[in-house]
Each structure stands twice: as C-alpha cells, then as structure tokens.
T-cell receptor, first 112, second 116 residues
Framework: QQPVQSPQAVILREGEDAVINCSSSKALYSVHWYRQKHGEAPVFLMILLKGGEQKGHEKISASFNEKKQQSSLYLTASQLSYSGTYFCGTENTQGGSEKLVFGKGTKLTVNP | DVKVTQSSRYLVKRTGEKVFLECVQDMDHENMFWYRQDPGLGLRLIYFSYDVKMKEKGDIPEGYSVSREKKERFSLILESASTNQTSMYLC???????????????FGPGTRLTVL
C-alpha cells in the first residue's frame, strides 16, 4: 500500500520552515526518508522506527507518530541546497521484507 | 565510497526491441532492486532480488524480467519494448538485515529510456 505524502509541492524562501507528511493506511514499522535533487539519484536522509523516536540531521529532523500511522519531516531555516524531491519509504511489518514502498514524493523549491 | 552504477544514462530504443539495463554495485550487498520513476507516481518497484538467481516480483512486473547471475550485477530486461515503458529506471542495492528494519538503499544515477 503506497504511503500518501503531503503536500505534493511546496515553495519556500531561504530561511523559512516546511513540514512534509507521510501517512499510511496500515500500521507502520519503519519510515525511511530520501531526497532526490534534480538529475541525481535519491539519497538516504534518515530512518525512523516504531517507537516514536525523533531523529535529526543538521536542520532536518523527523518524527514518527505510531497512533496516526504517520511520519513528518521538518526542514527548519531552509537553505537553497534543500531543494529537491523528498520521498518517504515505508515498511508495515518488522523484518523480513527487505523492501520499501515509496510515496509519490514532495517537491520542495527553496528560492533566494 | 559506496557505488551503484548503471550501464547507460540515456537510451533510445524502438518498439518491439529487446532492451537490457545493467546495474552493478561494489558494496557486496545481497539485495538489489529495480524501480521505475514517472512524474507524479514516485518510485515503483519492478523487481527485487535478495540473492544470486533469486528474484521477487514488485508492484509493476508486467512486461519486464530480471537476471542475477552474480552478486554484484542485476539486469532488467524488457522483452519487447513498448512506448509506455518510456521512463526513468533506477537501480538500488542494500544489505540483507533479516530482522530489524530494512537497510538503507543506495541508488544508481538512473537510465532514462525512450521507446519510439
């Protein structure tokens, strides 16, 4: 079941904040966040496991809400380098699948 | 440094041709994946392999087959290319975890295939 990402696109000015959500209709075990810059391969950002632990990576952090079956990616004080398409990949069961189901992506544009 | 390479960045083929897309990883990863990326549809899994000669269908396997004869190499085959297979194809690899969460996937640069 493909997770639903929102919004589909967002345009920011440098220094502004953004939140990208990833929701599943089934219980989540883990959520993986990737960023793909234009013309490049997707690159891993972080993994969140069932348990609600928030993680951070420079000014990009994420949370996992087990009850809402949702993960949110927080980009604070955005920089031009944050522009790209953000994908969440989800696992609904613990271990064994070795696969992720990716959302359709959220295109983030940061302008000067 | 981790590396996944794909044989071509751009490929143009004619309808009905047999097309081979090659992917090689140098990380000794057990898992390899082929995705298709289309605007507005995200990354969709075509096939997955967790070991040499082992394969598993993904979400959109129709019209595709795969081959994994060596651990580092995973090939995607379009038996008879059609125009609706025009797309960006991404290969990825990851470690086998057999327990906790699936591991980080490392992606290749992609092959943009155009079928005329």
């Amino acid at each position: 079941q493909q997770p639903v990402q929102s919004p589909q696109a967002v345009i920011l000015r440098e220094g502004e904040d953004a939140v990208i959500n990833c929701s599943s209709s089934k219980a989540l075990y883990s959520v993986h966040w990737y960023r793909q810059k234009h013309g490049e391969a997707p690159v891993f950002l972080m993994i969140l496991l069932k348990g609600g632990e928030q993680k951070g990576h420079e000014k990009i952090s994420a949370s996992f809400n087990e009850k809402k079956q949702q993960s949110s990616l927080y980009l604070t004080a955005s920089q031009l380098s944050y522009s790209g398409t953000y994908f969440c990949g989800t696992e609904n069961t613990q271990g064994g699948s070795e696969k992720l189901v990716f959302g359709k992506g959220t295109k983030l544009t940061v302008n000067p | 440094d981790v590396k996944v390479t794909q044989s071509s960045r751009y490929l143009v083929k004619r309808t009905g041709e047999k097309v081979f897309l090659e992917c090689v990883q140098d990380m000794d990863h057990e898992n390899m994946f082929w995705y298709r990326q289309d605007p507005g549809l995200g990354l969709r899994l075509i096939y997955f392999s967790y070991d040499v000669k082992m394969k598993e269908k993904g979400d959109i396997p129709e019209g595709y087959s795969v081959s994994r004869e060596k651990k580092e190499r995973f090939s995607l085959i379009l038996e008879s290319a059609s125009t609706n297979q025009t797309s960006m194809y991404l290969c990825a690899s990851s470690l086998w975890t057999s327990g906790e969460s699936t591991d980080t996937q490392y992606f290749g640069p992609g092959t943009r295939l155009t079928v005329l």
